[in-house]
């Protein structure tokens, strides 16, 4: 696949040589986790709100309720920007200037529209908690109207987005190595433990296959 | 300690009942990891960016490079505001509608002041370091006098600030109570893995206690 084309919004400015403008590479990052930190505007001041989304080719959905004002300020403007953060790892130098983190990062901007039409937001809603637990979407009571129409759902149009990995041991001044001073990489990552069910489950009910792929999956 | 007073800005107005303004809560949030997303306006437009931070008392660090456009943007408009979001489990309940997750998110504002005295800003990037890993400054090769004068270092003042916390087990509907589907939560937390020490250490140099208490402490 083709890369995104660079701009001044998604122009990776600080340390470039870790830029990635490859769709397939931030595809991937997207679809590793379902937590987003969205940007908007708020009388001039920039405010940062963690939220949920799906991702379905260039498309990516977030949902809340009517009201939210996050949702409605994007709405209004039309366009929106999202961080995505997956952190691997502390890397710890022998010196302190060049201590530094393993990550995967992404930051994504588009256009901005609400999903109106209800089949496109069912399937909108279906892409979020599918987002989350791969395939889950079909083991769970689906929206009954209310709720349905209590949702509202935005999907962003990907225009540009960028990508930047650190992915590497730690890298010290050619003099720091003589030094008796410890470095290495301390590797980070988020695990699932096991599902602790509700108290009031139906007699006989298990965890589904779906939601026993992603603990293990994620261990 | 006494609550951050209720702006505008900081009040939480979705779903309010998990809101805390307090300020040894948020601290805690706060401490609990060494990233967050900042956000800053470029051509009318929130960007978010994620960057690591330290914090003490009121106070909150970041560093970059002299050039580095976030931080100058912030600069340039002289307030800040910032978002720390840890995710504690997938809440999966019967319907899709109240799917949620367990969480700590954290979103401070401040005003914004560059740190230019020598003594502070030693001692911010010591906080900066010893946030990521507690204590570890004092075991690493410090910044010589042209790395200190590459490093361009802010000063975030908490103005204000609010949390966030779910941390509970799956609400459904009365009337769902009764389906045989399966609902639960599914922890999530970041782990840390053993070191991967550098392949050049001196010989005998070994990971320093603080960098094995963080390891243990995170397992």
Same mark, same amino acid.
């Given at each position: 696949?083709a890369?995104?084309? !660079?701009?001044?919004?998604?122009?990776?400015? $600080?340390?470039p040589?870790?830029?990635?403008y490859?769709? /397939?590479?931030?595809?991937?990052?997207?679809?590793?986790?379902?937590?987003?930190?969205?940007g908007?505007?708020?009388?001039?001041?920039?405010?940062?709100?963690?939220?949920?989304?799906g991702?379905k080719?260039?498309? !990516?959905y977030?949902?809340?309720?009517?009201?939210? $004002?996050?949702?409605? /300020?994007?709405?209004?403007?039309?366009?929106?920007?999202?961080?995505?953060?997956?952190?691997?790892?502390?890397?710890?130098?022998?010196?302190?200037?060049?201590h530094?983190? /393993?990550? $995967?990062s992404?930051?994504?901007?588009?256009?901005?529209?609400?999903?109106?039409?209800p089949?496109?937001?069912?399937?909108?809603?279906?892409?979020?908690?599918?987002?989350?637990?791969?395939?889950? #979407?079909?083991?769970?009571?689906?929206?009954?109207?209310?709720?349905?129409?209590?949702?509202?759902?935005?999907?962003?149009? !990907?225009?540009t987005?960028?990508?930047?990995?650190?992915?590497?041991?730690v890298?010290?001044?050619?003099?720091?190595?003589?030094?008796?001073i #410890?470095?290495g990489?301390?590797?980070?990552?988020q695990?699932?433990?096991?599902?602790?069910?509700?108290d009031?489950?139906?007699?006989?009910?298990?965890?589904?296959?779906?939601v026993?792929?992603?603990? /293990?999956?994620?261990?």
């Open positions: 696949m890369d995104y084309s !660079i701009s001044e919004l998604n122009k990776v400015v $600080r340390g040589k870790r830029a990635i490859d769709i /397939n590479t931030i595809n991937e990052i997207l679809d590793d986790t379902f937590l987003c930190h969205v908007y505007v708020f009388k001039g001041q920039a405010i940062v709100i963690p939220t949920a989304y991702r080719e260039d498309k !990516i977030i949902h809340g309720s009517l009201k939210n $004002r996050m949702m409605l /300020n994007l709405l209004d403007v039309g366009e929106a920007s999202l961080s995505v953060t997956h952190l691997d790892g502390l890397v710890l130098a022998r010196s302190a200037f060049h530094s983190a /393993n990550y $995967r992404v930051n994504v901007f588009g256009e901005v529209r609400k999903v109106e039409n089949k496109e937001k069912m399937d909108a809603l279906a892409c979020i908690l599918n987002h989350m637990v791969s395939g889950h #979407w079909d083991n769970v009571r689906q929206p009954n109207e209310k709720e349905f129409n209590a949702t509202l759902v935005l999907e962003l149009s !990907i225009k987005a960028s990508a930047k990995v650190r992915a590497e041991g890298v010290d001044e050619a003099e720091d190595y003589k030094l008796p #410890w470095a990489v301390v590797p980070l990552r695990i699932a433990n096991n599902a602790i069910s509700d009031n489950l139906q007699e006989g009910v298990k965890e589904p296959k779906e026993l792929d992603y603990i /293990n999956q994620n261990r």
